[in-house]
């Protein structure tokens, strides 16, 4: 008897709630997923946009920068200063000055970002560990990093659409930027960690074509309160999207995190852009990127030609400025 009761009961709630509740919060969520809110970005005009940008030359290869500087981040929040990201800009543009390519500033905007977004997981957790039988490079153009929905999200809030969108480098200010990835542990097991980033670039070598064209420029900034960081930051982040390399250098082949002060491309104090098989190429890949263009006499841009495969690190555009090497065992040989 008890038992019929109870089943009386729980079809009785499974009918009311799924009657009458669920319709709502499917709509809502549909919503929500379909209508991202955009962000009224506004001028931050006591920037002198012309002033900052006297070095740009007519006829020179120029990579276009914009900056999205939330006005309502946590007021705790400090590790990115308007001044500092400005002078890590100003870094950036003396870094690629001997390479030919000029940093253009083209306008900081501040305006309300929905505070859910202030702190993100970049990236999807990986699913498939890179293994001995292909290099970094390869792994990833077989299992290119996802998006998080809420990133997307975030992305489309925050961009605003601009014909130029897919060729533009956008600097965007949050608070906490997470990356997942997995890592080797005891012998052939594999572990999920997140790190927290101080820069985040959404390279093409890692995602290929899971970005969507208008945000493929998006790189995060949330820490540039390190001293010993602060100068290279953006020139570090912007060498990943207009490179499209990891962190490299000479006969260093990409790693996830190596540190040396040897080139711009690993973590340390080094500038260098090398140039040339033996410097894998770097200044080569820069110069063909599809983020750079030509500034014309009449102020036209004349862009370099497009990915044809999503860029990931082999993309026809590079011809024969790529560099072909072994993958490293990453888990014990025994396994
Ligand atoms: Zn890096």
């Known amino acids: 008897m008890r038992k019929i009761y109870i089943l009386i009961y729980a079809i009785l709630l499974f009918s009311c709630t799924d009657g009458s509740k669920k319709p709502e919060i499917a709509n809502e969520s549909v919503l929500e997923s379909s209508v991202t809110p955009k962000v009224k970005w506004s ?13 740009i030359q007519v006829g ?21 200063a308007l001044s500092r990201l400005l002078g890590s800009i100003r870094a950036a543009k003396e870094i690629y000055k001997p390479t030919g390519v000029q940093i253009n500033l083209l ?35 077989r299992h290119p990093s996802e998006l998080t929905d ?33 890592e080797v542990n005891e012998g052939r097991n594999w572990i999920i960690k997140s790190v927290r980033t101080g820069g ?6 890692t995602y290929c074509n899971t970005i969507a064209p208008p945000y493929r420029g998006v790189i995060s900034i949330t820490n540039l309160s390190r001293p010993d960081r602060y100068r290279s930051t953006i020139a570090h982040e912007i060498g990943h999207k207009a490179m499209n390399v990891s962190h490299e250098y000479k006969e260093t082949n990409p ?47 004349t862009w370099n030609p497009d990915f044809e495969e999503g860029g990931h690190y082999y993309d026809p555009i590079y011809g024969d400025k790529v560099i072909h ?9 025994d396994w």
């Open 43 to 55: 001028l931050l005009d006591s920037i002198n946009i012309v002033e900052f940008n006297k070095d």
């Open 150 to 182: 809420e990133t997307r999200a975030a992305f489309e809030s925050i961009v605003e659409p601009h014909p130029d969108n897919y060729h533009t480098i956008y600097l965007i200010v949050l608070e906490d930027v997470f990356l997942t990835f997995l």
């Open 107 to 141: 306008w900081v905007k501040t305006g309300e970002l929905n505070p859910k977004y202030f702190s993100i997981q970049a990236n999807e957790i990986p699913e498939v560990p890179l293994t001995e039988y292909v290099n970094m490079y390869e792994h990833m153009r």
């Open 60 to 80: 020179k290869l120029s990579i276009d920068v914009g900056v999205y500087f939330p006005s309502n981040l946590d007021p705790q929040f400090e590790k990115v």
């Open 325 to 333: 090497f072994q993958g490293i065992p990453p888990i014990d040989e």
């Open 200 to 205: 985040l670039s959404f390279p093409t070598y």
């Open 255 to 301: 790693g996830h995190e190596i540190f040396s002060d040897a080139g711009l491309m690993l973590y340390g104090q080094g500038e260098e852009i090398p140039a040339g098989k033996e410097g894998r190429w770097h200044l080569e890949r820069l110069h063909l990127s599809p983020f750079v263009y030509r500034l014309n006499e009449d102020n036209t841009k």
